[in-house]
């Protein structure tokens, strides 16, 4: 199988753009004990309702906390995420609310880390047999004609960057509050060892704002004539 990066296709003259946050959210983490870190970053599942949570306050800020906060945040909505999900500090739950403006193409993809589609696009490529397409409402508003109705795909972690693309130095993520200190490289392989499920989407597990599909999503894409992306091939090799 091969692999493949999304990303917003700039070439393609779409002049939209979204102004949005997801409704709940974990806090960042706060002088982890272990590194020492302060940081947020985060998957997203906009699936994923927390209504079921009693103290929904403690998920409507982005903040920092201490991390037995944290963990204890991530407790109560651990039992509420689909199979395979992962969390971080910063973690995101439920619909994007907020406001958009402009032409948007077939796939939108205003941040590498989201990806969102027209509605009349994921019918027929829910049709397909394609493994990993839930699409979400999003709460965002449109103050134009022709207003797009956007769904965002939620996209399961899965899979890992091989050791070959990472630098010498690279030391593995931190035991308690799992920040990994590596930057994103430049060049990207893909561990194919840690590619484990059936999925044609997904974002990677130690970098989760790289969205992966794979070459059968892309022919789907291509063929049904989606545009707003640009696909970029995500060489993949197995570790020993
Ligand atoms: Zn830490």
């Known amino acids: 199988m091969r692999y493949f990066t999304i990303d917003e296709d700039r070439a393609a003259g779409y002049t939209g753009f979204v102004d949005a946050a997801h409704k709940w959210k974990l806090p960042g983490v706060r002088n982890c004990p272990v590194c020492k870190s302060t940081w947020s970053a985060g998957f997203a599942y906009p699936c994923v309702d927390l209504t079921p949570v009693a103290a929904l306050a403690d998920f409507e800020n982005a903040r920092p906390e201490p991390i037995e906060e944290y963990e204890r945040l991530c407790e109560l909505v651990r039992p509420l995420l689909p199979p395979g999900a992962l969390l971080e500090p910063g ?5 994007l609310i907020g406001n958009g403006q402009g032409r948007f193409g077939q796939l939108v993809a205003p941040y590498p880390w989201w990806l969102l589609v027209r509605r009349e696009a994921l019918e027929p490529l829910q049709a397909e047999d394609l493994r990993g397409l839930e699409g979400c409402h999003t709460q965002v508003r449109f103050r134009q004609r022709n207003a797009p109705e956007l769904l965002e795909l939620q996209i399961l ?35 194919a060892t840690a590619v484990q499920r ?43």
């Open 91 to 95: 973690t995101t739950f439920g619909p």
């Open 157 to 191: 972690p899965m899979g890992r960057l091989h050791r070959d693309c990472l630098p010498p130095d690279h030391q593995p993520p931190c035991s308690r509050c799992g920040r990994g200190s590596t930057p994103l490289p430049d060049d990207l392989l893909l561990d």
């Open 198 to 240: 059936d999925l044609d989407l997904f974002r990677l597990e130690d970098f989760s704002g790289v969205i992966v599909c794979t070459e059968r999503f892309v022919d789907t894409c291509q063929r049904l004539g989606l545009d707003g992306v640009a696909f970029k091939p995500l060489p993949s090799k197995k570790s020993r």
